[in-house]
C-alpha cells in the first residue's frame, strides 16, 4: 500500500456523508484553514472512547477555521455495522457536529494510508499532510491524557509553527479491507 507521506499532498475525494450531501476535500480546502480527516467507524470501540473528544475538538477549534472531517471505509458486508445506513444513524444518535462520510471503494483509505480507526491526518490549507497517527496518548481514559497530539498540532499549525510531534503510531482497530 502506498501511503500519503507527511509534507505530501493528501488525495482529494469526492464522497456521500450521511448528511445526503457530496463532500469534496477540494472545496473544504478552499474555506478552511485546517481539515482534519479522521478515519473511524460505527463499531469500534477506539472510536467510541474519543467521540466525545473528536466533538469537542470540532467545537473548540471551528471558530479558528478548522473543519473535521469523519470517513468510514470498513467493509460493510464483512461488518453490517458499518454500512451506510448505520452510519446514518450512529451520526443522529451521537449528535456529530462534523460530517460522517463512506468511502465505498476503500480508495481514499489506501491513498492515504489510512490503517486503524481512529486514524487522524492533518491537513494545512494546501492539502499537506503536517500530522498523522492518534488523537492522544490515552484512548480509554481521558482524564489521564498528558499529550494532545492532535490538538498539538492544530494549534502549532494555526500559529504557523512546525508541528513539533508530526507523527505517531495509531490505536485503535484495524481498518477492514474488503477480501
Not at 11 to 31: K, M
Not at 45 to 55: A, F, G, I, Q, T
Not at 117 to 145: K, S, W
Request: charged share 20%; aromatic share 10%; hydrophobic share 40%.
Amino acid at each position: 500500500m502506498t501511503a500519503t507521506p507527511l509534507g505530501a499532498y493528501a488525495p482529494d475525494f469526492e464522497l456521500p456523508g450521511t448528511d445526503e450531501q457530496v463532500h469534496h476535500l477540494a472545496r473544504y480546502l478552499e474555506e478552511f484553514r485546517a481539515v482534519v480527516v479522521v478515519f473511524m467507524c460505527n463499531h469500534c470501540p477506539y472510536v467510541r472512547w474519543y467521540l466525545n473528544r473528536l466533538k469537542q475538538i470540532q467545537a473548540d477549534f471551528e471558530a479558528q477555521g478548522v473543519k473535521l472531517i469523519g470517513i468510514n471505509a470498513n467493509d460493510a458486508v464483512q461488518y453490517p455495522d458499518d454500512s451506510f445506513e448505520n452510519m446514518k444513524t450512529f451520526a443522529a444518535e451521537n449528535s456529530l457536529n462534523f460530517p460522517y462520510i463512506r468511502d465505498v471503494t476503500q480508495d481514499v483509505a489506501h491513498c492515504f494510508g489510512a490503517e486503524k480507526t481512529p486514524e487522524v491526518f492533518l491537513l494545512d490549507a494546501g492539502g499537506v499532510v503536517c500530522y498523522r497517527g492518534q488523537i492522544d496518548d490515552n484512548a480509554n481514559d481521558e482524564q489521564a491524557v498528558t499529550v494532545e497530539y492532535l490538538r498539538n498540532a492544530i494549534s502549532q499549525l494555526l500559529a504557523g509553527e512546525p508541528v513539533s510531534i508530526p507523527q505517531t503510531e495509531p490505536v485503535g482497530c484495524s481498518v477492514k479491507w474488503r477480501q
